[in-house]
């Protein structure tokens, strides 16, 4: 059951209303925050609401991350239908600026930006952009010091969350961190990615320091926030990023031996709806079924299409389908493999599908399954990357690797840098299948790794001529050569800008990402 319950905040409408669709930050019709607020319930219930406005963007993060990578593909090549098509033109690496499923994720990310800029607000925590430090001053609201830190400590890191997402994706992209005033959205423009990482890191500094502390089983109330720990495993992901490994380590190191979380005995159990929030989770984006309009709708989009009820009521849609590449990735005695994927129909008909979201659902597109972030396993895989390839690093990789029934890796196994970084590539691939994952991990690659055969271009390349995405491409879109779509994928790492957004804003000239 759900911890705490979700509640719609119609007070923060967020970029809906104005003519500049960029930054669509402030409507005449919404009530001040510092007018509205008045007390610690308020300030609470627009934090929920500030939770709930992370379930949009994951509808649509497979399609711009999994089916980017190695891990999945849109297997309806046949299809004319528009939101297909969508799909295909970003797993093969030409995704129209006006593609649909970029600006809803673009937008949904600024949505929720705006709600949590207007808590934010109320709390008295604003970001310096000189210092990169975020500052707190006096408010009015009847709040203890304590009580408005923690409700910042939450905000700023759902806001990171949101922020290291879209600058992975975008590269530079806008940096709105308070409310705007309609002339002020209309005059800012892109800044850099290394000022987008300030704010994130300085967000995830205040989350770490004035976060909860307790582990996930030590609040009942606060299962399903962020926590100091949650943070700190971010912030550790955002410095392997930016290839800051000892300062990763350090964090990961304090997260391991401190933090109270620890692997599942099974793999299978960590994504059980009876099992949710266990000591393997240290962040998730929570779903409540059961006509709460807060259901997920992905175990439908994953299922195959005209497999009517047998997999899960109301069918499913065929979307992101497992690779070839992907299943035989898994050796036979692997026990993520079953979990991670289903196969359904005969010999002659056989479609593979995205298993381990799958659970009872009573209407179609309203699953139980909450959408992991961050669990301990890529604590401790991250932990293997920020060290290098140390006996230490063997030792966490192996805890993973023997969870899926695995016998132990040894040394000889990792006897070359080149063997260390396949193999720690491979484990996380295998782990995090289907988490929205693989393609942040390829882009990681180009930093951490000084293998040029596990570069995010080198390894898509490899897949792309691969026995079943050659038969898929070849076929879509008048033919694709593997050559062509390799330069695609050179050329179109981040994704567009969406159109509109450049369009709508006549004061300024908003630059669009080379090549699109």
Avoid at 70 to 92: E, H, R, V
Avoid at 260 to 277: H, K, P, R, T
Avoid at 310 to 327: A, E, F, H, K, Q
Avoid at 490 to 496: G, K, V
């Amino acid at each position: 059951m759900k911890t705490f319950k979700y509640l719609s905040i119609l007070f923060l409408v967020g970029l809906v209303g104005c003519s500049d669709d960029i930054i669509d930050l402030t409507s005449t019709s919404n009530i001040d925050s510092e007018k509205y607020y008045s007390n610690l319930t308020e300030l609470n219930t627009a934090l929920i609401g500030c939770y709930k406005g992370l379930q949009k963007p994951i509808l649509d993060e497979y399609n711009l991350t999994e089916m980017r990578s190695d891990n999945t593909w849109m297997a309806n090549t046949g299809s004319s239908n528009s939101i297909n098509l969508d799909f295909a033109s970003q797993d093969m690496f030409f995704p129209s600026t006006s593609n649909q499923n970029v600006y809803n994720y673009w937008f949904n990310n600024y949505n929720n930006i705006y709600n949590l800029n207007s808590l934010m607000k109320a709390l008295g925590a604003s970001y310096n952009e000189t210092s990169g430090v975020l500052e707190y001053t006096d408010i009015t609201i009847p709040v203890t010091d304590g009580e408005r830190k923690k409700i910042a400590a939450e905000a700023s890191f759902i806001r990171a969350y949101h922020y290291f997402n879209l600058v992975r994706l975008f590269g530079d992209t806008f940096l709105v961190h308070n409310v705007l005033t309609p002339d002020e959205a209309l005059n800012m423009n892109r800044a850099p990615k290394e000022e987008i990482y300030k704010l994130i890191i300085a967000d995830l500094l205040n989350a770490s320091a004035n976060g909860s502390t307790a582990s996930y089983s030590s609040t009942a109330s606060d299962l399903g926030r962020s926590n100091s720990w949650a943070a700190k495993a971010l912030l550790a992901k955002v410095y392997l990023t930016l290839g800051r490994k000892m300062d990763a380590s350090l964090l990961l190191n304090d997260v391991i031996t401190s933090s109270g979380y620890s692997l599942q005995s099974s793999y299978a159990d960590v994504f059980s709806i009876s099992n949710e929030m266990n000591s393997e989770i240290l962040f998730t984006v929570r779903f409540k079924g059961g006509g709460f309009d807060m259901g997920n709708p992905l175990p439908n989009d994953f299922a195959p299409s005209k497999s009517g009820s047998s997999i899960i009521n109301g069918d499913g849609n065929g979307r992101n389908t497992p690779t070839l590449d992907l299943v035989a990735a898994y050796s036979a005695t692997d026990l993520r493999k079953n979990v991670n994927i289903g196969i359904f129909g005969t010999s002659t008909y056989l479609k593979y599908y995205i298993k381990k979201y799958i659970s009872v659902v009573a209407v179609k597109g309203d699953a139980d399954s909450d959408w992991p972030v961050i669990r301990f396993s890529d604590v401790l895989l991250m932990k293997a990357e920020a060290d290098g390839n140390t006996p230490g690093s063997l030792a966490q990789i192996n805890k993973v690797h023997t969870r899926a029934g695995l016998i132990p890796f040894v040394t000889l196994d990792v006897s070359t840098t080149a063997k260390f970084e396949a193999l720690l590539s491979k484990e996380r691939k295998l782990e995090f299948a289907f988490e929205n994952q693989r393609w942040f991990d390829l882009l990681r690659q180009n930093t951490n790794f000084s293998t040029p055969s596990l570069t995010a271009e080198a390894v898509m390349e490899a897949h792309i001529k691969s026995t079943n995405s050659t038969k898929f491409y070849g076929k879509f879109k008048g033919g694709l050569s593997t050559d062509e779509i390799a330069t695609n994928i050179n050329n179109r790492i981040l994704l567009p800008i969406p159109q509109r957004e450049i369009d709508n804003n006549s004061h300024l000239v908003i630059p669009q990402n080379p090549n699109y």
